[in-house]
């Protein structure tokens, strides 16, 4: 069974930096799409970023500033995330679902595992 497992979330002045770790386990995931969303407060999650063998894609709001990897010999996704506003204050998900053909997903029902949440903050 796969198990994803975030961490690295905390509080950050805006303009900071914080690195998102998702450590993976159950699966070979090379053949698997990686993703990260987020959930603000009173709001729907939504998508941020995406990576699979073949492409990545990121949300227009996190383009620039935010950068997702996946490193396969430790099976670690992260989120590189730099310029911090107050607005990406969420609970942040990492998710992943098999593709063998490597697409990109940005909708939340086409992932079939999510790990349990890491909280950033982002005070102005």
């Known amino acids: 069974q796969v198990q994803l497992v975030e961490s690295g979330g905390g509080l950050v002045q805006a303009g900071g930096s914080l690195r998102l770790s998702c450590t993976a386990s159950g699966g070979t995931f090379s053949s698997y799409t990686m993703g990260w969303f987020r959930q603000g407060p009173g709001k729907e999650r939504e998508f941020v970023a995406t990576?699979?063998?073949?492409?990545?894609v990121y949300a227009d709001s996190v383009k620039g500033r935010f950068t997702i990897s996946w490193e396969n010999a430790k099976k670690m996704l992260y989120l590189q995330m730099n310029s911090l506003k107050p607005e990406d204050t969420a609970v942040y998900y990492c998710?992943?679902?098999?593709?063998?053909?490597?697409?990109?997903?940005?909708?939340?029902?086409?992932?079939?595992?999510w790990g349990q949440g890491t909280q950033v903050t982002v005070s102005s």
């Open positions: 990576s699979s063998w073949r492409s990545t």
């Open positions: 998710a992943a679902t098999y593709s063998a053909i490597g697409n990109a997903y940005s909708y939340t029902d086409q992932y079939d595992y």
